[in-house]
């Protein structure tokens, strides 16, 4: 493998890693913290982180087009981001780091179902995906004997569909903007719009914010400023489905952290859930199934 494609996967790897462990820092932090409270000051905060690293990339820029903020995207993907990140606060609530890190990596399989409402065809292979990740799925909800689906799992997967819809309205936005003003962009409007909720939902408290301090940080600019940052200097120098694939090992390392750091259990069948889930993502991926078209 080319040295700069190793070393640009590692990179790939290490934001997967603090992706995964996000998960473990959400759940933590709302033992302290209301959701939307969480998400606003963690938004806000990766804003901030991501300010500096425009400065520098922009002052290496000669073409002023470059430079300009994209309102229109940064409100559309911000939007979104609150809706899907809101959904994936509470959810986690009752759910765990690890499981909650499979159901919202579907967002991954349920891309190209979306964009089937754009006129987008979808291979046999995605659809055998979405199989494979509905019985991965029916795997990680049956309580027992039965299968039960719980509020927290409805709330992940809503989660996981408003991400899909989140990754379609980057693509659209993307060829035109600046994607990492677009990305600072999304993170303020998201921190505002939780932070308005906030207010009219929770006991907004400062000693919440000061007791949940180690989970923002670390979701706030590791999640937020540092993994976003590493993603675009890693992509620059390794294939789109390369980094699709790595970046997807996000869910087990959610699992992973969950079990060492929060004593989360899981039974045989969880796991194969979540080996069938995890199957399906990398599946849906894989560059030999995907059209020529696309």
Known sequence: MHGK???????????????GMAFVAQSRGMENCGPFLFNGVRSLLGAAVLLPVIAVLDKNKTDEKEKKWPLLGGLACGLALFIASSLQQVGIMDSGAGKAGFITA?????????????????????????GIAIFGMYLLCMDGATFSVAKSDLL????????AVHIIVIDHFAPS????HMACLQFFVTGVLSLITAFFVEDVKLISVMDAAVPILYTGILSSGVAYTLQIVAQKDTDPTSAALICSLESVFALLGGWLLMHEGFSARELFGCGLTFGAIILSQLPIFTYRKD
């Open 106 to 130: 579907l967002y991954v399989v349920l891309v190209p179902v979306f964009r089937l409402f754009l006129g987008k065809k979808a291979s046999f292979i995605t659809w055998l995906s979405v």
């Open 156 to 163: 992940l997967l809503g989660c996981a569909a408003v991400f």
């Open 177 to 180: 903007v600046n994607c990492v």
């Open 5 to 19: 494609k190793l070393r640009a996967n590692f990179l790939l790897m290490l934001t997967a890693f603090i992706w």
